[in-house]
């Protein structure tokens, strides 16, 4: 199953990401960034279903809360997603 990472800065931003994204009814997980992702030393991921990506990020930036990166997890390989939402 294909899923989306979206890497936030601290746990903190990525809760309040969370919860922006739960109040309009997007479902997704935090977890620790893996070590490989980034050289950010307290970055966490939210993971989200990649149906939910467009969505999210709609909700994201009228909140104010810009991801550090994305990352589409595809079978397994994680690859990085540029996104623009000017």
């Known amino acids: 199953m294909d899923y989306y990472l979206i890497l936030a800065r601290s746990v903190t931003y990525a809760q309040r990401m969370q919860r922006a994204l739960e109040r ?6 935090i977890a620790r960034a893996p070590r490989d992702m980034t050289d950010l030393g307290c970055a966490y991921i939210l993971r989200l279903a990649a149906a939910d990506l467009a969505a999210a990020l709609t ?13 589409l997890n595809q079978r ?3 690859r990085e997603v540029r996104y623009d939402l000017s």
């Open 24 to 29: 309009t009814g997007i479902h997704c997980q």
């Open 59 to 71: 909700v994201l930036h009228r909140e104010s809360l810009d991801p550090v990166q994305i990352f």
């Open 76 to 78: 397994g390989v994680l």
